[in-house]
């Protein structure tokens, strides 16, 4: 209660105080102790509960700033560690992305590194069958060289042939295999041979120039019969003893050696044409089912100018080989390519070797022609050299 009173007076007196409320005039005179003991209570009351709002309304901001300053800190904080986890997820997932890309990359080089590295199937098959028309020029070089052997023998009418004996029976004697292998129905009906297979082959330039291979052996002896009747049926007889003795022996031998040159060259450009079109190599599975492709006879042997024509044919009408070229990464092509440049190379190489036999037959020509058209006016007596 004397609480209650107090905190009343104090109120009133700091309410008069405030306002600056003048006191009452019949209360000036008035001086009591007690009273002026209640005053300086009051006062003191009064100044330690302003003193205590005060404190209270200070500490109340300071908490008040305190817990401001502590949330705001916090919210700061919580943002900052916000923006920190956003910045490592964001490290992260662009981590892991490059890891990714960089990983597909390496994989697609990887790939990339096998496909230029793995040998593409026709690029197998352009290694196989380049081998073909190396070992069937070698081949082919044997069998001009035994063609041409025998054929400048009988040419030059040597010891052994039927020239040497004479020049009837050279003739006799190339009418003799005619009649043995290519007789005709008006020969057989005329009583000198009996009807082959092949009647009048030697006769027919087809058997020269072909499918490319001769059809095996007998194939091969058309060609060359054919040969023999373009270039020399008949080989004249042969220079013997006292022929070559004489002055006119003499100057028939020299005309004789020129002769037998002429015809062997001539012979040699068709041995090679021959030697070219023997069977000489064996072909490849992929070869046969070529020919075959290409309506050509089956053969389990080719020739040298089959091999090449098949090669280059490959390239040019083989759907496996367009489609395996749409499929070639950058390396295959750039092989394929270099292949190419290759197999062009080695047919532009026996195109020369063709070409020395144009120029050479060339030459030949020329040098008959002037010797036919040089002959004197007339005829020079024999110079007396002793007189000079």
């Known amino acids: 209660m004397r609480r209650q009173l107090l905190q009343t007076t104090a109120?009133?007196?700091?309410g008069g105080v405030l306002f600056n409320a003048a006191p009452a005039l019949a209360d000036l005179p008035t001086i009591d102790v007690a009273v002026q003991w209640a005053v300086q209570q009051l006062q003191t009351a009064a100044t330690n509960a302003v003193t205590s709002i005060g404190t209270q309304i200070t500490s109340s901001v300071t908490k008040m700033e305190t817990s401001v300053n502590d949330i705001l800190t916090k919210g700061f904080t919580q943002n900052a560690n916000y923006s920190k986890a956003q910045v490592g997820a964001q490290q992260q997932i662009t981590d892991a992305s490059n890891m990714a890309n960089a990983r597909f990359s390496r994989d697609m080089r990887n790939a990339q590194i096998r496909d230029e590295h793995t040998a593409n199937p026709q690029f197998c098959l352009a290694a196989d069958h380049g081998q073909a028309p190396i070992a069937a020029s070698i081949a082919s070089h044997n069998v001009a060289r035994a063609i041409q052997d025998i054929a400048d023998r009988r040419g030059e009418a040597v010891s052994g042939t039927p020239a040497y004996l004479g020049q009837a029976q050279a003739v006799q004697a190339i009418n003799k295999l005619h009649m043995s292998r290519?007789?005709?129905?008006?020969?057989?009906?005329?009583?000198?041979?009996?009807?082959?297979?092949?009647?009048?082959?030697?006769?027919?330039?087809?058997?020269?120039?072909?499918?490319?291979?001769?059809?095996?052996?007998?194939?091969?002896?058309?060609?060359?019969?054919?040969?023999?009747?373009?270039?020399?049926?008949?080989?004249?007889?042969?220079?013997?003893?006292?022929?070559?003795?004489?002055?006119?022996?003499?100057?028939?031998?020299?005309?004789?050696?020129?002769?037998?040159?002429?015809?062997?060259?001539?012979?040699?450009?068709?041995?090679?044409?021959?030697?070219?079109?023997?069977?000489?190599?064996?072909?490849?599975?992929?070869?046969?089912?070529?020919?075959?492709?290409?309506?050509?006879?089956?053969?389990?042997?080719?020739?040298?100018?089959?091999?090449v024509t098949l090669e280059v044919n490959r390239r040019l009408s083989d759907p496996a080989w367009h489609a395996g070229l749409q499929s070639m990464p950058?390396?295959?092509?750039?092989?394929?390519?270099?292949?190419?440049?290759?197999?062009?190379?080695?047919?532009?190489?026996?195109?020369?070797?063709?070409?020395?036999?144009?120029?050479?037959?060339?030459?030949?020509?020329?040098?008959?022609?002037?010797?036919?058209?040089?002959?004197?006016?007339?005829?020079?007596?024999?110079?007396?050299?002793?007189?000079?």
């Open 11 to 14: 109120a009133v007196i700091l």
């Open 182 to 307: 290519y007789c005709s129905d008006e020969e057989s009906t005329a009583g000198l041979c009996s009807k082959t297979a092949l009647p009048n082959a030697d006769q027919h330039a087809t058997n020269l120039f072909g499918s490319g291979t001769y059809a095996g052996q007998d194939g091969v002896n058309a060609a060359n019969d054919f040969k023999t009747n373009l270039i020399q049926p008949v080989v004249p007889a042969a220079l013997r003893a006292d022929q070559l003795t004489s002055l006119t022996g003499q100057d028939a031998w020299a005309r004789r050696r020129s002769y037998n040159a002429r015809m062997s060259l001539a012979g040699s450009v068709l041995s090679y044409a021959i030697a070219v079109q023997t069977p000489s190599v064996p072909l490849t599975s992929q070869q046969q089912k070529q020919l075959t492709a290409q309506g050509l006879p089956a053969q389990t042997e080719g020739s040298w100018l089959t091999a």
């Open 330 to 388: 950058p390396a295959s092509v750039q092989r394929e390519i270099a292949t190419q440049l290759a197999l062009g190379n080695y047919l532009t190489m026996q195109k020369y070797r063709v070409e020395l036999y144009n120029a050479t037959l060339t030459a030949a020509r020329v040098a008959q022609t002037e010797e036919q058209n040089f002959r004197e006016a007339v005829e020079m007596p024999t110079p007396n050299m002793a007189a000079n």
